[in-house]
């Protein structure tokens, strides 16, 4: 059944030659006093025509409103020129004519206007009918970039709201000092204005910003956190020139080469033990983004070299090196208490002429001259067994170790830790300074065996450490997984290979 929308009249077309009549289409006409002597074409397809006099034309009957009795001419409706349109179409459709006719050829893009009822336009009925669905979209900043302006021209936003949107966030250079290249993502409502913008202060974190429609704060910002993908990559090379320079040729990053030059630091001598041609690989973990590598790990490293071969493994029990058979790469107790190179300025003496009050007073302490704020590391684990204050000492800490040694620590300008915290070797405890009874700027450090204070420069420090038991079992099981991943590469892929050169005793 098809039906007319704004029609004055609604009729129906019968075939009354059927014993059963049924309703073949429904169609709108329009009274009209000037489409007397209108034909139609026959419903059946043939040659005849339909006058509004002949008994072909009563197969109309009136439906929804009274229609007068068909006794006269004068009595039935005619047809408008629009309502015949309507009415050749329908009989177009029963005879099934209608697959040749267009829809374009009829209908311009003017009002439906039919009958006389509100003009109808189809491309409002159209619109009408679609429902806004806000998307991300993307900008990349361009040469000359402000987010003042970029914020009114395609955000929507007018300059304080631009501020505010700034002031929310953790970090507003993010949005201010960028460079050419880089984007960001944001989210327009229906009247164009900012919805949500998402920037990235790199490829694992940045910012999701949010507008509050009915909030005090004007917009809410959380943090985006990507997850990377854990991804096994190995490296291999040969020694030519410096070690540094060869592992960066294999395609190691900055931050990778100075992990590896850390680890082989503690067994190999790079000016001694090294030699043109000696040869390494690398096993590195890192969480993969976009396929940028980032918080790189090193799980292995096999050197092969003239003078010595090494092989160590991470243990992700404790996240250190060890050889195969379980020795740690690590001292149990390291030497000195900071990183870097500062100068001994006092030494282990107990027969010393103290510089302030001209007395012989014994120097249980190493001093080393460093600028204060210097940063002061606990040698070895242990736990803080004092945090003070005295006229003579200054600011002060005080460990024991798990080997049973304690170490102290003077003239510090802020302590990091409180009293009964639990320190690891290499954490930092202090920062230097010149407080108490001090000539200068300067850290007091002391070692203390047995309760008796000896030289820290000289005293016989614990071996390094050694796995045991269970915890040797489980490592060398992982070591194990991770040297047939140094010697086959199944698990990762070589990204870059320096060419190997041979030895220096090699036949070939």
């Known amino acids: 059944?098809?039906?007319?929308?704004?029609?004055?009249?609604?009729?129906?077309?019968?075939?009354?030659?059927?014993?059963?009549?049924?309703?073949?289409?429904?169609?709108?006409?329009?009274?009209?006093?000037?489409?007397?002597?209108?034909?139609?074409?026959?419903?059946?397809?043939?040659d005849d025509a339909?006058?509004?006099?002949?008994?072909?034309?009563?197969?109309?009957?009136?439906?929804a409103t009274p229609f007068p009795a068909a006794d006269s001419a004068a009595s039935r409706p005619g047809l408008s020129p629009e309502a015949l349109r309507v009415a050749l179409g329908l009989t177009a459709l029963r005879t099934?004519?209608?697959?040749?006719?267009?829809?374009?050829?009829?209908?311009?893009?003017?009002?439906?206007?039919?009958?006389?009822?509100?003009?109808?336009?189809?491309?409002?009925?159209?619109?009408?009918?679609?429902?806004?669905?806000?998307?991300?979209?993307?900008?990349?900043?361009?040469?000359?970039?402000t987010f003042a302006v970029l914020a009114q021209s395609h955000l929507g936003m007018g300059y304080s709201e631009a501020l505010r949107l700034l002031e929310s966030l953790p970090d507003e250079n993010v949005l201010t000092r960028w460079r050419v290249g880089q984007s960001f993502d944001y989210m327009l409502d229906e009247e164009g204005r900012l919805q949500a913008l998402k920037v990235m202060v790199n490829a694992r974190r940045g910012y999701l910003v949010e507008r509050q429609e009915d909030a005090e704060v004007a917009f809410a910002t959380a943090d985006i956190e990507?997850?990377?993908?854990?991804?096994?990559?190995?490296?291999?090379?040969?020694?030519s020139g410096s070690l540094a320079r060869s592992a960066q040729a294999t395609g190691l990053n900055a931050s990778e080469v100075a992990q590896l030059t850390n680890v082989l630091s503690k067994k190999l001598d790079f000016r001694r033990d090294t030699r043109r041609g000696d040869r390494f690989q690398v096993l590195v973990e890192s969480d993969m983004i976009d396929g940028q590598p980032l918080d790189s790990r090193i799980l292995a490293v096999q050197y092969e070299g003239e003078r010595m071969d090494?092989?160590?493994?991470?243990?992700?029990?404790?996240?250190?090196?060890?050889?195969?058979?379980?020795?740690?790469?690590?001292?149990?107790?390291?030497?000195?208490?900071?990183?870097?190179?500062?100068?001994?300025?006092?030494?282990?003496?107990?027969?010393?002429?103290?510089?302030?009050?001209?007395?012989?007073?014994?120097?249980?302490?190493?001093d080393f001259a460093m600028p204060t704020g210097t940063p002061v590391i606990s040698p070895a684990d242990g736990r803080v067994e004092r945090v003070g204050n005295h006229s003579a000492a200054g600011r002060y800490v005080v460990i024991?170790?798990?080997?049973?040694?304690?170490?102290?620590?003077?003239?510090?300008?802020?302590?990091?830790?409180?009293?009964?915290d639990r320190v690891s070797m290499g954490e930092q405890i202090a920062l230097s300074g010149n407080t108490g009874r001090s000539t200068g700027p300067h850290l007091h450090y002391e070692v203390i065996v047995n309760n008796q204070p000896v030289d820290a420069m000289r005293v016989e420090l614990p071996e390094s450490q050694r796995l045991e038991g269970d915890a040797l079992a489980a490592f060398q099981?992982?070591?194990?997984?991770?040297?047939?991943?140094?010697?086959?590469?199944?698990?990762?892929?070589?990204?870059?290979?320096?060419?190997r050169e041979p030895r220096p005793d090699s036949d070939s």
């Not at 697959?99 to 039919?114: I, N, Q, R």
């Not at 090494?310 to 900071?338: H, K, Q, W």
């Open 96 to 145: 099934g004519e209608w697959e040749e006719a267009t829809s374009y050829d009829d209908f311009d893009d003017g009002p439906l206007a039919l009958f006389d009822s509100e003009n109808i336009y189809l491309e409002d009925e159209i619109q009408a009918e679609e429902v806004f669905e806000p998307r991300w979209e993307t900008y990349t900043v361009q040469a000359g970039d």
């Open 400 to 420: 024991r170790h798990d080997n049973g040694y304690r170490t102290r620590y003077l003239h510090l300008s802020r302590p990091q830790v409180s009293r009964g």
């Open 310 to 366: 090494l092989a160590v493994f991470r243990n992700s029990a404790d996240d250190r090196f060890y050889t195969a058979d379980g020795r740690g790469l690590d001292p149990a107790f390291e030497r000195y208490p900071f990183n870097g190179n500062y100068r001994l300025s006092s030494s282990f003496n107990r027969r010393r002429t103290h510089p302030v009050t001209g007395r012989v007073s014994p120097h249980y302490g190493t």
């Open 50 to 63: 339909w006058h509004r006099d002949t008994p072909a034309q009563e197969r109309l009957l009136a439906l």
């Open 477 to 499: 099981q992982e070591s194990e997984q991770l040297l047939a991943r140094l010697e086959s590469g199944e698990t990762g892929t070589v990204l870059a290979s320096t060419p």
């Open 226 to 239: 990507r997850a990377g993908e854990a991804t096994q990559r190995l490296f291999a090379g040969s020694v």
């Open 1 to 46: 059944m098809v039906t007319v929308l704004g029609a004055q009249q609604i009729f129906t077309v019968i075939d009354s030659r059927d014993e059963s009549p049924q309703i073949t289409r429904v169609i709108s006409l329009e009274e009209s006093a000037d489409s007397a002597g209108v034909t139609f074409p026959d419903a059946q397809g043939g």
